[in-house]
């Protein structure tokens, strides 16, 4: 029993987008394996450390948990993509069913995420600016002793012109900054207004991380304000994203289980 047309263009559909994010997801983990094995040559051949705006990604700790980072996020796409292509390029109901509950289970999650914070929306909002307080008060270093989450801070700070969670006196408990600042600044240089590049945290006053005003800084406007801010102010566009992927994924799933199906009656 042959294919019919619906059945053969789902399964060149799937073909289709599963190679697609077969090929990215697996030229992330080539990529972040790369940099996690050997990140000296990857910096050289890509002349990453040639570019000014990047050079605080440079730092040794940060290209390693991002390498970790992108490993992950890579090989989940990259077996995905494995499974949905190989599925249906192979007419494999194994793959295909494999593939299938697995966009369930990612779809689930998504759904019950989005559910658990929309009905708990005042803990889901204090359990946020507690995570911001904690990452702020455990691992935020100066930026010559700088780590993935000092450099995810302070790119959150210069983009959304903010600085701390509530304010400048958050620096005050966060433990590796405290050790390795000099002793006259009482707050990081990303706090600043900035002029030119906010990547390259160029002051328009040198003096603001040891005199902060209204002035030359935003010492008293805090990250976790504009955040809510800036998510209240892009709902419709982050609720766009969330239906789009999620009716993406439902048309996957229903593409693969109408294939799998039909290969069965296929055998049969």
């Known amino acids: 029993m042959a294919l019919n047309c619906g059945t053969v263009f789902a399964k060149y559909l799937l073909c289709f987008f599963n190679f697609i994010f077969f090929a990215a997801g697996g030229t992330v983990l080539a990529l972040s394996?790369?940099?996690a094995v050997d990140n000296t040559s990857f910096l050289i051949l890509t002349r990453v450390s040639e570019n000014d705006s990047l050079q605080e990604f440079?730092?040794?700790?940060?290209m390693e948990h991002g390498a970790y980072i992108l490993i992950v996020a890579g090989g989940l796409v990259f077996c995905?993509?494995?499974l949905g292509c190989c599925g249906a390029v192979l007419e494999s109901r194994v793959l295909l069913t494999i593939y299938?509950?697995?966009?369930?289970i990612i779809f689930l999650l998504e759904v019950t995420g989005g559910a658990l914070a929309a009905v708990y929306k005042a803990e889901t909002e204090e359990e946020l600016q507690n995570f911001l307080k904690l990452t702020l008060k455990k691992y935020y270093s100066t930026q010559s002793t700088a780590n993935s989450m000092t450099v995810s801070w302070n790119a959150l700070?210069?983009?959304?012109?903010?600085?701390?969670?509530?304010?400048?006196?958050d620096f005050e408990h966060a433990t590796l900054w405290q050790t390795n600042k000099s002793d006259e600044i009482v707050m990081p240089i990303a706090c600043c207004i900035l002029q030119g590049d906010p990547k390259k945290f160029n002051p328009l006053d040198a003096s603001c991380v040891t005199n902060p005003t209204y002035e030359n800084s935003y010492y008293l406007t805090g990250c976790y304000g504009r955040l809510m801010g800036w998510v209240e102010d892009h709902t419709n566009l982050l609720m766009g994203i969330g239906i789009g992927v999620g009716a993406t994924q439902v048309l996957l799933l229903v593409f693969a289980f109408c294939l799998c199906n039909n290969l069965g009656h296929k055998i049969k």
Do not use: D, H, R
């Open 100 to 104: 299938g509950l697995t966009i369930i």
């Open 157 to 169: 700070m210069a983009e959304l012109k903010c600085c701390g969670v509530n304010n400048y006196t």
């Open 33 to 35: 394996i790369w940099l």
């Open 58 to 62: 440079n730092q040794p700790s940060v």
């Open 80 to 82: 995905i993509g494995f």
